[in-house]
């Protein structure tokens, strides 16, 4: 697998924190690393979270964060699944070295694992690769006529929103609002591709692919279920791997996996290689706005999962 020791995430990249500040979010800048400042509600006191940070490239002076927040009057900052690898050198180090000045974070935002799939080797390599039921689908799909195409417009915008928002609804997971994912658009457009698919001139599958230096992210999906006989999302993958391929890209960042999943397994089966990052941290500055915070936010999401158990 492709070396992301060094390797900076989409979501700390200036391109990425522009389209945040254009949707309406703070943003603030601590040295190389970019963060959200939100107000805690029912305080005076502000948190910040830092998602995806890499301390092995994205130098970080905690002696002069601490400052920094009691000025700002941020009780603390998240660094939600620091984008370091947990069974290596560097993993075992910052692991060790959070322990000592944070805490442990009581949730995470991005899920802890993920799956990257190597784009180096040829494309007759990367299919034998894959899993026999992939390249099954694969073949199925085409041969049942799925028409795949790639998209940088409204159109692409359009059919990806309806079927997104389709496939939230039917299972229940919380997601963003329409203005989100068009700022998204707006912002990143030269980098970003609607891979869609059809059956019948009806769009079932659609995938949001965000090329960045020498990656490729599938960031944002959805789907008709009423097409999945025909495995149209299997064919979109497989071609957001060839784009990958001519946009020259290294590795194909697949965004997140959960274990007992049925779209990790997905996901898996094209051949990635699945990765666990060291946990969440919590830079504490102040104690009780924090303990405010968790208490608040720690019932928020035990809702959205009775919610989704209902449902």
Known sequence: MTDIKNQIHLVQTPEWNEFKKKYGNTVFKFGDIFMLVKKIPFTTSYVGYAPKVNLNVQAVDFTKLNETCKKRNISFIRFDIPNILINTKEGKYWNEKLQKLAKKAPRNTFTQKNIYLDLTPDLETIVKN????????INYAQRRGVKVTILQNTEGFKNFWKLHRQTADRQGFLTHDRKYYSTINDVLKGDLYYIQAEVNNTPTASWVIIHNDETIYYTYGGSDIRYNKFYPSDLVGFEAIKLGKRLNAKMFDMWGAEENKGF????????GNLVEY?????YVVNKIPYQTFNLMYGTFWKLQEIKRKIL
């Open 264 to 271: 990790t397994d997905f996901k898996l089966r094209y051949g």
């Open 278 to 282: 060291i946990p969440s941290y919590d």
């Open 130 to 137: 894959m899993h026999p039921k992939k390249r099954y689908n």
